[in-house]
């Protein structure tokens, strides 16, 4: 029998304002961290390995490790099937190396050893299911035909319900008198800011909205009642039972705890962890089976 390689583990998370790296022992214990530029794979794939690299070089100089005797997981936004994973894998330069979308570290991370539901809502938004180690997904679509109930989302549907006000067809509201004052007063220039907004933009308007709603304003409770809307859906299709839990987790998703279903209220519970660490038990279970004999 030849001898068994303790290997260190390396975690990637990457998305589209950055990516975090960090290195571990077998037993999970991070040992360096360091962080990076964006790494949305379906945005720029070059971009994503150059600086998925660049960060995990940057800590495995920390603590003088060679990183391509890392044992990796890599979770990437715009990872969209086995091609993309495949090709991401061939240009990094791990000696063992695995690479999903970050959908799927996020709900690990999140849920740990539970089976359940996971609503990450930010700029974007999905929904996932995790039942018996298999995924099901709904959303994630993007701005132009879907992140329902995101941050852009409701920044967008704002601004919409705003011009509508001017028009004398929608309830005005403190919300909406604030935002057209944003504008100047001016409608065409909530129409010239539309024309280039990215979903980030939209999303500024986010937590003006969420603290509108906390104040009673009917405007932002009516977007958040139809955001909700959304979620509620999801997690019914999701078919959850009374052992799943659900977290909530990004820049919107813990806000819309109060406008779920009163039967989800009692499977809510804190996110376990975050997208890095998902990525990093699955690079702990890519050295844990090198490891292991045969």
Same mark, same amino acid.
């Given at each position: 029998?030849?001898?068994?390689?303790?290997?260190?583990?390396?975690?990637?998370?990457?998305?589209?304002?950055?990516?975090?790296?960090?290195?571990?022992?077998?037993?999970? #214990?991070?040992?360096?961290?360091?962080?990076?530029?964006?790494?949305?794979?379906?945005?720029?794939?070059?971009?994503?390995?150059?600086?998925?690299?660049?960060?995990?070089?940057?800590?495995?100089?920390?603590?003088?490790?060679?990183?391509?005797?890392?044992?990796?997981?890599?979770?990437?936004?715009?990872?969209?099937?086995?091609? &993309?994973?495949?090709?991401?894998?061939?240009?990094?330069?791990?000696?063992?190396?695995?690479?999903? &979308?970050?959908?799927?570290?996020?709900?690990?991370?999140?849920?740990?050893?539970? &089976?359940?539901?996971?609503?990450? #809502?930010?700029?974007?938004?999905?929904?996932?299911?995790?039942?018996?180690?298999?995924?099901?997904?709904?959303?994630?679509?993007?701005?132009?035909?879907?992140?329902?109930?995101?941050?852009?989302?409701?920044?967008?549907?704002?601004?919409?319900?705003?011009?509508?006000?001017?028009?004398?067809?929608?309830?005005?509201?403190?919300?909406?008198?604030? #935002?057209?004052?944003?504008?100047?007063?001016?409608?065409?220039?909530? #129409?010239?800011?539309?024309?280039?907004?990215?979903?980030?933009?939209?999303?500024?308007?986010?937590?003006?909205?969420?603290?509108?709603?906390?104040?009673? &304003?009917?405007?932002?409770?009516?977007?958040?009642?139809?955001?909700?809307?959304?979620?509620?859906?999801?997690?019914?299709?999701?078919?959850?039972?009374?052992?799943?839990?659900?977290?909530?987790?990004?820049?919107?998703?813990?806000?819309?705890?109060?406008?779920?279903?009163?039967?989800?209220?009692?499977?809510?519970?804190?996110?376990?962890?975050?997208?890095?660490?998902?990525?990093?038990?699955?690079?702990?279970?890519?050295?844990?089976?090198?490891?292991?004999?045969?």
């Amino acid at each position: 029998m030849g001898e068994i390689r303790a290997y260190q583990v390396c975690a990637v998370d990457g998305g589209g304002t950055g990516c975090r790296v960090a290195i571990a022992n077998p037993n999970g #214990v991070v040992l360096a961290r360091a962080s990076g530029g964006p790494a949305n794979y379906a945005s720029n794939a070059a971009q994503a390995v150059e600086n998925v690299v660049g960060a995990v070089r940057l800590a495995a100089e920390k603590m003088g490790a060679d990183m391509h005797r890392l044992v990796a997981h890599v979770g990437l936004a715009g990872i969209m099937n086995d091609t &993309d994973a495949c090709a991401m894998v061939a240009q990094l330069p791990f000696e063992h190396c695995t690479v999903t &979308d970050d959908r799927v570290t996020s709900v690990i991370g999140a849920l740990g050893n539970n &089976d359940g539901a996971l609503l990450a #809502v930010g700029t974007g938004t999905f929904v996932a299911m995790r039942r018996g180690g298999k995924f099901r997904f709904f959303g994630g679509w993007g701005q132009q035909v879907g992140d329902q109930a995101s941050g852009a989302w409701l920044g967008r549907e704002l601004l919409v319900h705003a011009l509508l006000a001017v028009d004398g067809l929608e309830s005005e509201s403190d919300l909406t008198r604030t #935002v057209l004052a944003r504008f100047d007063g001016t409608p065409a220039d909530i #129409v010239a800011f539309a024309r280039q907004a990215r979903p980030a933009d939209y999303a500024t308007f986010a937590p003006l909205i969420v603290e509108a709603a906390k104040a009673g &304003d009917l405007v932002a409770h009516q977007l958040m009642d139809r955001g909700s809307a959304y979620l509620n859906t999801a997690l019914g299709a999701a078919d959850l039972s009374g052992d799943d839990i659900v977290c909530l987790v990004g820049g919107v998703g813990p806000h819309y705890e109060p406008y779920l279903a009163p039967k989800y209220h009692s499977l809510i519970r804190l996110p376990k962890g975050t997208a890095l660490d998902g990525a990093l038990q699955l690079a702990r279970q890519n050295q844990e089976a090198l490891e292991t004999p045969e």
